[in-house]
């Protein structure tokens, strides 16, 4: 399957909303699956205007189709500037085929090399080992759990706080 990384467009909410609202995708998000096109449109309005966000997208038919979103988000406190946060989704149809690697791996290289950040965290589902061996293999590291900090299939689930530093 061939894919491409490219910057984020308007355009891309519709399906950046299909995503999250999909099984495979909303077990891992803190999102549920009422939320509305205009909500997504909200939540990437959200995003600083200097955050670096990615779309994988593939070629249909009816044009560009989207099947991943990273969001690298800055730290605008001024004595954490060298610090973000990263959010990725994926596709569930196109999970496990290197999809969320190329989008992660690209918003690292922006991080180490355009911005020069020392640390980039994420906080992912406890459960979730495909998602933290992905991790793990981009150098994040573990560094601690939040007990009970979200709702899944109707119980409370753990969150993995993973950290990611680029010493100079």
Known sequence: MEFRIRPFKENDIADINEIRSMRGVIETIPTLFSESVSFTEEVMKSVGPNDPVLSAVIDTPEGEKVIGNGVLRLTEKARLRHTASVALIVHAD????????????????????????????????????????????????????????FMKDGKYADLLIMGRYNLP
Request: hydrophobic letters at 50%.
């Open 94 to 149: 196109y999970q496990n085929m290197g999809v969320g690697r190329a989008i992660l791996s690209q918003l690292l290289e922006i991080a180490d090399k355009w911005l020069m950040l020392v640390r980039v965290d994420l906080e992912v589902a406890a459960d979730n080992a495909g998602a933290i061996h992905l991790y793990e293999s981009l150098g994040f590291q573990i560094e601690g759990r939040l007990k009970y900090a």
